[in-house]
T-cell receptor, first 113, second 113 residues
Framework: KAGVTQTPRYLIKTRGQQVTLSCSPISGHRSVSWYQQTPGQGLQFLFEYFSETQRNKGNFPGRFSGRQFSNSRSEMNVSTLELGDSALYLC????????????FGQGTRLTVV | GDSVTQMEGPVTLSEEAFLTINCTYTATGYPSLFWYVQYPGEGLQLLLKATKADDKGSNKGFEATYRKETTSFHLEKGSVQVSDSAVYFCALSAIQGAQKLVFGQGTRLTINP
């Protein structure tokens, strides 16, 4: 079956702009979570959505937001981009049954200039 | 808060050598523990997992045992191959029914032929 699909794979934006990243989970998966990966901070949890509701949120400013649609696809948005937002953004999907494993996409590489 | 500490990298070994990557954790309750692997330019792939104390996760020759008394989940492989070269992440999930992973900093492994 198809894996987690993230689009686009690469993005270059200018400081102050906003950006929207998309994630399509594995068919049948209802939970989508987002992570930011940077060389300095490593992998950090952004938020998790399940059945269109945000269930958990990491320690990121309000400029980072997300949503989930009825087909479980998810988008995350970053407004007023800063240079420090340059990172690999990873999306993961899971069935959410107890401690389920997460399946990750290849990520979107965002560069802010 | 919850945290994961991995041994500092990078780690360089010769083919067929024995591998150990140390991982210790701090968490309330009884977390699930995971090892993920990231190949260059790719997202994360689940390598193995353990959901309760004394469980042993194994896959592709890799093993890790959930040790509650030492709060550890060390990754081992008896004979590494060049194709095992990647970055390895230890992670925990402490919230039952939720997908919020806390990752270690990652350990870059290079295997020389």
């Amino acid at each position: 079956k198809a894996g987690v699909t993230q689009t686009p794979r690469y993005l270059i934006k200018t400081r102050g702009q906003q950006v929207t990243l998309s994630c399509s989970p594995i068919s049948g998966h209802r939970s989508v979570s987002w992570y930011q990966q940077t060389p300095g901070q490593g992998l950090q949890f952004l938020f998790e959505y399940f059945s269109e509701t945000q269930r958990n949120k990491g320690n990121f400013p309000g400029r980072f937001s997300g949503r989930q649609f009825s087909n479980s696809r998810s988008e995350m948005n970053v407004s007023t981009l800063e240079l420090g937002d340059s990172a690999l953004y990873l999306c993961a999907s899971s069935l959410v049954e107890g401690y389920t494993e997460a399946f990750f996409g290849q990520g979107t590489r965002l560069t802010v200039v | 808060g919850d945290s994961v500490t991995q041994m500092e990298g990078p780690v360089t070994l010769s083919e067929e050598a024995f591998l150990t990557i140390n991982c210790t954790y701090t968490a309330t309750g009884y977390p699930s523990l995971f090892w993920y692997v990231q190949y260059p330019g790719e997202g994360l792939q689940l390598l193995l997992k353990a959901t309760k104390a004394d469980d042993k996760g194994s896959n592709k020759g890799f093993e890790a045992t959930y040790r509650k008394e030492t709060t550890s989940f060390h990754l081992e492989k008896g004979s590494v191959q060049v194709s095992d070269s990647a970055v390895y992440f230890c992670a925990l999930s402490a919230i039952q029914g939720a997908q919020k992973l806390v990752f270690g900093q990652g350990t870059r492994l290079t295997i020389n032929p």
